[in-house]
């Protein structure tokens, strides 16, 4: 893997009043949002010289917001029970749904924007229409507060974690949980899908943060790298990389190919309460206590995942994902994280040589609305003011090994990417029948609509009829007299 250099902080934002709870970047156009709690919503735009907008709307703190995928709209979920669809322009407005009857904590685009995802103290996941504007179903096995709701890149799951101290995998053709992970000391506050969909990735209020991959339901790696319990996390594009932020005050970056952390990052002045990538990778941003949304750009990876991303949307057949059928059966169990783990607890794993691991400050004299560059300190500096930290970890990819032939193995693998095509088209085709199916009963619907009018018109010209022949019966022995 190429680097090129330390992440740097690009710009810093103040206009929150209190603490940022939520970020993300708009794919689009160059804007970042941020929602907090004092309730506003923040749309920053990029470019310099443009000027930031500030919605009003939420009557409670603000805990989730994300940008649709076209970049047209933009979503927020509030502890006043309620999402709100923003259309991220100077105007500001808004639809309110009224979501739930609990506090909102996390809200979600599906991949296609066609569908959003809630999760609510009320125990409940609910998926919504974002064309209708209108409740389609609700996901009840939670025993606890739901943290945190996402969708699968592919539509057809739907991960969610919460207070009752698990991780939920649902199907969303059968609206049933189709996998449970169970192994938390404390509730699992975030949980998200990788690029490709094969893994889901949680964190917890316990400081570990897991891997998993859903085809096989096998732990893939395990870090223990915060001191604090851990609030969100964020994948890079390539999937190569993931940020995490914690309430220990700090941000890290984890190179998951090679399984362990090579970035600590020192930025805000309390818990960091929210870390996004952008959607083409090159900047990532965090917020935190501290009411600060800060910028920075990624620099540690050199690759141009812009254009990757381009060709991939283009692609007649994308990364496989996982299968139905793979993930099925089997019902709530533990997961040993002994075989097939990857840990790096307290950043150190056993057996290991040292390895130095850059560590980056902000300083805390630096003008806070303009743009500012972070200290960086590494292996070979320490002059620039931040501190050193030596982390190990296990250098393994996320792929464990196989015994197998080289040509066997590669075999079953391009038939396992034909049946995920295959598997793929038949998804496609059953959202088609879906549309299909609703465009027969609106047909049908104004059909009957159409026979009910005729009907009505044939009985108002049949009583007609009658009442003439009655006015001719009564006057016809006058007209002969």
């Not at 080289?406 to 998804?427: C, G, H, K």
Request: proline share 4%; with cysteine; aromatic share 8%.
């Amino acid at each position: 893997m190429a680097f090129n250099e330390d992440p740097t902080l690009e710009r810093h934002f103040k206009g929150h009043k209190d603490a940022v709870t939520c970020a993300d970047f708009n794919s689009k156009h160059k804007q970042l949002a941020s929602g907090s709690a004092d309730k506003t919503l923040m749309i920053w735009n990029l470019n310099p010289k443009a000027r930031a907008f500030r919605f009003f709307g939420h009557k409670d703190i603000i805990t989730g917001v994300q940008f649709s995928p076209a970049g047209d709209l933009v979503v927020s979920a509030s502890q006043d029970k309620t999402v709100r669809l923003w259309t991220p322009s100077i105007k500001g407005e808004s639809m309110v749904f009224k979501a739930h009857t609990a506090t909102v904590r996390s809200v979600s685009f599906s991949h296609d924007g066609q569908r959003l995802v809630t999760a609510s103290d009320d125990k409940s996941v609910k998926v919504w229409s974002v064309h209708r504007q209108r409740f389609v179903y609700s996901l009840n096995q939670h025993t606890n507060w739901v943290r945190c709701a996402r969708f699968s890149p592919d539509g057809r799951l739907i991960a969610s974690c919460g207070d009752d101290r698990t991780v939920r995998l649902w199907d969303t053709a059968t609206k049933q949980c189709i996998n449970c992970f169970t192994e938390y000391g404390g509730s699992a506050t975030f949980v998200d899908f990788n690029t490709s969909g094969t893994c889901i990735a949680s964190s917890g209020a316990d400081n570990t943060l897991k891997i998993w991959d859903i085809r096989t339901n096998k732990l893939l790696q395990h870090y223990q790298v915060h001191s604090a319990g851990i609030n969100c996390f964020s994948f890079h594009p390539s999937g190569n990389y993931m940020i995490s932020g914690s309430s220990d005050s700090t941000v890290k970056i984890l190179d998951l190919l090679e399984g362990r952390l090579i970035y600590t990052l020192h930025g805000h002045k309390g818990p960091v309460l929210a870390v996004a990538f952008s959607r083409g990778g090159d900047f990532f941003a965090s917020g935190g206590c501290d009411a600060q949304v800060l910028m920075w750009k990624t620099n540690f990876d050199s690759f141009d995942y812009r254009e990757v991303l381009s060709r991939h949307s283009q692609r007649v057949s994308p990364d496989p994902p996982p299968h139905l059928t793979d993930i099925y059966p089997r019902g709530p169990h533990l997961h040993s994280a002994q075989s097939g783990a990857i840990e790096a607890i307290n950043g150190h794993a056993n057996n290991l040589p040292a390895r130095r691991i850059a560590s980056t400050s902000l300083n805390p004299n630096e003008d806070c609305h303009s743009s500012g560059q972070g200290s960086i300190s590494g292996s070979q500096s320490g002059q620039m003011g931040g501190r050193r930290e030596e982390e190990q970890g296990m250098r393994y990819p996320l792929e464990m090994r196989s015994d197998l032939p080289m040509n066997f193995s590669s075999t079953l693998e391009r038939i396992v990417q034909q049946l995920d095509v295959l598997t793929q088209t038949v998804s496609v085709l059953e959202e088609r029948l879906t549309l299909t199916e609703d465009k027969l009963k609106e047909c049908l619907f104004n059909q009957s609509q159409i026979l009910l009018q005729v009907r009505g018109e044939e009985m108002d010209r049949r009583r007609e009829r009658v009442e003439e022949e009655r006015e001719g019966e009564s006057g016809s022995p006058v007209a002969s007299a």
